[in-house]
């Protein structure tokens, strides 16, 4: 994965301040959907770090991108539902920006899971059951919002 700026669109260049007050750092990563990126916050004291979700939607008729904008106004009024838990990250903003959407989220550091799980030991049956509490603890909550979920890179 390439995490240098220089080769992004302008809208991901560390010199433009996404919604007036997020400057990227860098790519964090991709999928179907938009990318993610490591930012500074220069609105708050301290200048924190956040992440930052660029979605694109793939249309540019008028009344598709309306259709779009609801769609995610309601996404991001479930993240913000959701960001009651300790262990979900908090929407921090979402904002338009050259017709392409963005979620400004709590970052979280720590290690990817992936690594984990695919590491050559394997894992005992004690770390199995314990990750899977955690994992459907958060499920739990998630379901109990009424919220349908996927899997979002």
Known sequence: MN???SSQQPSESPEVLLGGRYRLIEKLGSGGFGHTFLAQDLHLPGNPRCVIKRLQPQITDTASLQIAKRLFDTEAEVLYQLGNHDQIPRLL????????????Q????????IPELMAAQPWTEAETIALLRDLLGVL?????QNVIHRLWE
């Open 3 to 5: 995490r240098s700026l």
């Open 93 to 104: 903003a979402h904002f338009e920006h050259q017709q392409e959407f963005y979620l400004a």
């Open 106 to 113: 709590e970052l979280v550091v720590g290690q990817p899971l």
């Open 140 to 144: 739990n909550f998630v379901h109990q």
